[in-house]
């Protein structure tokens, strides 16, 4: 079982960043995929970013590529999402979910837990 705790969202003004954090608990966040998903409202949730266990390979969305950033930190059980160039388009609630599988995954069923969610908002 694995707990995620999201943190970092809040009002921003378009251009501006925010740093998202997700806290997983239990001793194996290293075993897990990562991803930020976002929804905004009226959408379907839509997979923003992926990192692999260790790190080393990431996937970001076509949307966001070039100013959102996904990393992780195993010793700390942290993974992180820089959104940098915000726009308002961006505006969501995020979620952080890991998988427990053997390559990227991209797909949001491929996903075992999710976090509760951080709003964001930017405002034009």
């Known amino acids: 079982q694995v707990q995620l705790v999201e943190s970092g969202g809040g009002l921003v003004q378009a251009g501006g960043s925010l740093r998202l954090s997700c806290a997983a608990s239990?001793?194996?966040?290293?075993?897990?995929?990562m991803g930020w998903f976002r929804q905004a409202p009226g959408k379907e949730r839509e997979l923003v970013a992926t990192?692999?266990?260790?790190?080393?390979?990431?996937y970001v969305a076509g949307s966001v590529k070039g100013r959102f950033t996904i990393s992780r930190d195993n010793a700390k059980n942290t993974v992180f999402l820089q959104m940098d160039i915000l726009k308002p388009e961006d505006t969501a609630v995020y979620y952080c979910?890991?998988?427990?599988?053997?390559?990227?995954?991209?797909?949001?069923?491929?996903?075992?837990?999710w976090g509760q969610g951080t709003q964001v908002t930017v405002s034009s």
């Open positions: 239990g001793r194996t966040f290293s075993s897990y995929f």
């Open positions: 990192i692999s266990r260790s790190g080393a390979s990431t």
């Open positions: 979910a890991a998988a427990l599988t053997v390559r990227l995954p991209v797909g949001e069923d491929e996903y075992d837990y």
